[in-house]
């Protein structure tokens, strides 16, 4: 398998910071914590969150990550002024609200000086915990307008929504695969598409697959975060060790829908006090093998005519030939 793109989340790398620089006061820079993801075995590239992990010296600091053997993946909004706490694209004060969006636009520019052309919006802020707290339609056309106008500006760049049903508010105003597909078609745009994080699908109550599935029908998926998760909440564990049937059945999707983007780990070492470097390594290592069975299940004829019958026995049992190989 040549071409793999392995990209990862960048503050997972502040994890046990005491056992790789025993004299650091304080938490590591955004360089330090860079530095340190260098040092896993097959990792190819980094997303930045904005503006927290951009300076003031973007052509310095990209190229101390190139230098470093890593290449910067995308760049991803995050929307963390005390303001934006009751919205950000559907913030009622016009003026906090302009303020996101002018932001993210930033956002994108500073990508173009990373070498990217992929922004991921996730909107936490975004949504409501009450009743008769909100205006739904009017936010909702707040939040689809003001992802119209991000796209809009760049439209060479892939703008990509990461959808997650709550946290930090009770409900989120893009909770699921089928309210972003809605929001897409609704905004117009052709650089528009969809980030799917594996426990945030979990969370949605959805089928990870079945979720790729649907997005390949009718929009793109243009991130993939794969971590995993017990359904509960945004647990963020390693790659597969929870479900690894559901996460060999997506992406073995993936592979049938064409995707060729990173496989980027959203998973959270400093949880459980793991070494961050062995973690990430673990992850790409089950990512490959689970690429390796899902190469075998694509051309596997067997398999394609149990599930035109939806014969989940016969499916198991090809299924299960693979994963519990001796």
Known sequence: MTGLKFATRLNSF?????????????????????????????????????????????????????DSGLVVNGMAMRYDKPEYKIGAFTNP????RRDAIELTKRGIDAGREFGTKLMTIWLGQDGFDYSFQA???????????????????????DISIEYKPNEPRSFSIFPNVATCLLAIAEAGNANLGITLDFAHVLY???????????????????????????????????????????????????????????????TFPDASGLDPVRECELNIST????????GKLLGHDGLQAG??????VTTQRIVNDIMLAK
């Open 135 to 157: 205006d739904y339609k009017k936010m909702w056309e707040q939040a689809v307008s003001a992802v119209r106008e991000v796209a809009d500006y760049a439209p060479d760049c």
């Open 307 to 312: 599930i035109e019958r939806q014969d989940a």
């Open 204 to 266: 949605a109550d959805e089928i990870p697959a079945f979720a790729a599935g649907m997005v390949a029908r009718r929009s793109r998926i243009l991130g993939l975060h794969l971590n995993d998760g017990y359904g509960k909440r945004d647990d963020g564990l390693m790659v597969a060790s929870v479900n690894p049937r559901a996460t060999l059945e997506l992406l073995w999707q993936l592979q049938r829908d064409g995707f060729n983007g990173a496989y980027y780990f959203d």
């Open 93 to 96: 004060d016009e003026k906090v």
């Open 287 to 294: 990512v490959k093998q689970l690429l390796e069975m899902s």
């Open 14 to 66: 502040a994890a046990k910071a005491s056992a790789y620089w025993p004299d650091l006061k304080g938490k590591p820079t955004v360089m330090q914590m860079a530095e340190r993801a260098s040092k896993v075995k097959g990792l190819t590239h980094l997303d930045l969150n904005y503006p927290q992990h951009v300076g003031s010296d973007l052509k310095a600091q990209r190229q101390q990550i190139e």
